[in-house]
T-cell receptor
Framework: GIQVEQSPPDLILQEGANSTLRCNFS?????LQWFHQNPWGQLINLFY???GTKQNGRLSATTVATERYSLLYISSSQTTDSGVYFC???????????FGKGTTLSVSS | KAGVTQTPRYLIKTRGQQVTLSCSPI?????VSWYQQTPGQGLQFLFE???????NKGNFPGRFSGRQFSNSRSEMNVSTLELGDSALYLC????????????FGPGTRLTVL
């Protein structure tokens, strides 16, 4: 099956810093999503981005499907950005997502 | 629109018991998927239902089962609970099957003693 690798596993930032999270996947996909899991366990969908570039406020994402990677950019980070960021991909007719192990982001003031 | 809801939010059971978890998708969504999250294995796909039919199943034993009703609400059942079944169980809904944004509920945290 598809392998999903995220890097870095942990990231510690000061408020206001920028960061880039990476997701590599081992096969072609028709579904790629980025999620943020808050301390209460809720998974919040950030982007549905199987290819191309999208932006939403301070967050943006780019997926280069031909090279099998996706990047999540966080600019001017805030303490509320802390949590675990997951990349998840799918390549079947159904909606089964395969998740990476996540990047744990800690933003301090 | 209301988001995905899951009940109960917390559950404590003992080994050997069975448990049923419930998920109500976003209104109009017909696809419901279930995931298990543990510290050791991360997030793993359990199964997916679309229009009351199981469309996809992950690599879990037969003790894990589910169903979907005509109103798209879904339940999952775990029989003969084991300690290793302690996990956060997450439900996700999407409008379409395949290649679509999934929206997750708050999860049910199951503890097996």
């Amino acid at each position: 099956g598809i392998q999903v690798e995220q890097s870095p596993p942990d990231l510690i930032l000061q408020e206001g810093a920028n960061s880039t999270l990476r997701c590599n996947f081992s096969d072609s996909v028709n579904n790629l999503q980025w999620f943020h899991q808050n301390p209460w366990g809720q998974l919040i969908n950030l982007f549905y981005i199987p290819s191309g570039t999208k932006q939403n406020g301070r967050l943006s994402a780019t997926t280069v499907a031909t090279e099998r990677y996706s990047l999540l950019y966080i600019s001017s980070s805030q303490t509320t950005d802390s949590g675990v960021y997951f990349c998840a991909v799918g390549n079947q007719a159904g909606t089964a997502l395969i998740f990476g192990k996540g990047t744990t982001l800690s933003v301090s003031s | 629109k209301a988001g995905v809801t899951q009940t109960p939010r917390y559950l404590i059971k003992t080994r050997g018991q069975q448990v049923t978890l419930s998920c109500s998708p976003i209104s109009g969504h017909r696809s419901v998927s279930w995931y298990q999250q543990t510290p050791g294995q991360g997030l793993q796909f359990l199964f997916e239902y679309f229009s009351e039919t199981q469309r996809n199943k992950g690599n879990f034993p037969g003790r894990f089962s589910g169903r979907q009703f005509s109103n798209s609400r879904s339940e999952m059942n775990v029989s003969t609970l084991e300690l290793g079944d302690s996990a956060l169980y997450l439900c996700a809904s999407s409008l379409l099957q395949g290649g679509d944004t999934q929206y997750f509920g708050p999860g049910t945290r199951l503890t097996v003693l």
